[in-house]
């Protein structure tokens, strides 16, 4: 059974930084693309970043380019993202999923069966 637990949300001001990690269980963890989401209140869930199995591509939703890194640990079974330069705008409960198939921000999240149950991360101004 594929399970992905999110941590390192919390309350940070504007400017400032997270790391949460995504820590896998269940799976094959380098067969699996992982892909970071966000949800903020009364929005639908959205893309954020994405990493393929080996790490050797990523992708960023524009909002977060710049600004955003996804990278991934096989041996730990962990991917990270680090969040610099963080706004008001990025405050959301950020999910992790996996899956076979490449994620990117065209997937839509009704393809993704395997979810984490989420982190929040809340920017102050």
């Known amino acids: 059974q594929v399970q992905l637990v999110e941590a390192g949300g919390g309350l940070v001001q504007a400017g400032g930084s997270l790391r949460p990690p995504c820590v896998a269980s269940g799976l094959t963890f380098s067969s699996y693309n992982i892909g970071w989401f966000r949800q903020a209140p009364g929005k639908e869930r959205e893309f954020v970043a994405a990493i393929s199995r080996s790490g050797g591509s990523t992708y960023y939703a524009d909002s977060v380019k710049g600004r955003f890194t996804i990278s991934r640990d096989n041996a730990k079974k962990t991917v990270y993202l680090q969040m610099n330069s963080l706004k008001p705008e990025d405050t959301a409960v950020y999910y992790c999923?996996?899956?076979?198939?490449?994620?990117?921000?065209?997937?839509?999240?009704?393809?993704?069966?395997?979810w984490g149950q989420g982190t929040l991360v809340t920017v102050s101004s």
């Open positions: 999923a996996a899956d076979r198939s490449l994620i990117t921000s065209a997937t839509p999240t009704t393809a993704l069966g395997a």
